[in-house]
Nanobody, 119 residues
Framework: VQLRASGGGLVEPGGSLRLSCTASGSIWIMNTMTWYRQAPGKERELVADMHTSATTGVADSVKGRFTISRDDDRNILYLQMSDLKPEDTAVYYC??????????????WGQGTQVTVSS
C-alpha cells in the first residue's frame, strides 16, 4: 500500500489550495485517514482526520478554514484549504490506516507536499 500526496504549491495569503492523497495497492478497507503538517523547526502536528463513519476532526488552528473529505471509491483523501495564512506554511503529509485483501493492516505515510503561503 502506498500513499501519494499532491496539490501543494506557492499561494498568497488569503488564497486556497486543495491537497489530494491517493492510496494505491491491494486496498480492502481504508480506516482513519489523516493529514499532518510539519513546519521548519517544529514538530509534526495533526491537521485533520476522517474516520470511516465520516466523523472528522480538525485542529483548532485551521478550524473554519480547512475541510477534510474522502472518496472511498477512488481511495483519495482531500484537504481543502481556504484563507491560507503564512503560518500554514509547512510540508503536509497524509497518513492512512489501511487493511489489504490479505487482512494485513498497514499504517502508511505519504511522501509529503510543500505548501508555502507568502506574498
Amino acid at each position: 500500500v502506498q500513499l501519494r500526496a499532491s496539490g501543494g504549491g506557492l499561494v498568497e495569503p488569503g488564497g486556497s489550495l486543495r491537497l489530494s492523497c491517493t492510496a494505491s495497492g491491494s486496498i480492502w478497507i481504508m480506516n482513519t485517514m489523516t493529514w499532518y503538517r510539519q513546519a521548519p523547526g517544529k514538530e509534526r502536528e495533526l491537521v485533520a482526520d476522517m474516520h470511516t463513519s465520516a466523523t472528522t476532526g480538525v485542529a483548532d488552528s485551521v478550524k473554519g478554514r480547512f475541510t477534510i473529505s474522502r472518496d472511498d471509491d477512488r481511495n483519495i483523501l482531500y484537504l481543502q484549504m481556504s484563507d491560507l495564512k503564512p503560518e500554514d506554511t509547512a510540508v503536509y503529509y497524509c497518513y492512512a490506516d489501511v487493511v489489504d485483501y490479505s487482512g494485513y493492516r498497514h499504517n502508511t505515510w505519504g511522501q509529503g507536499t510543500q505548501v508555502t503561503v507568502s506574498s
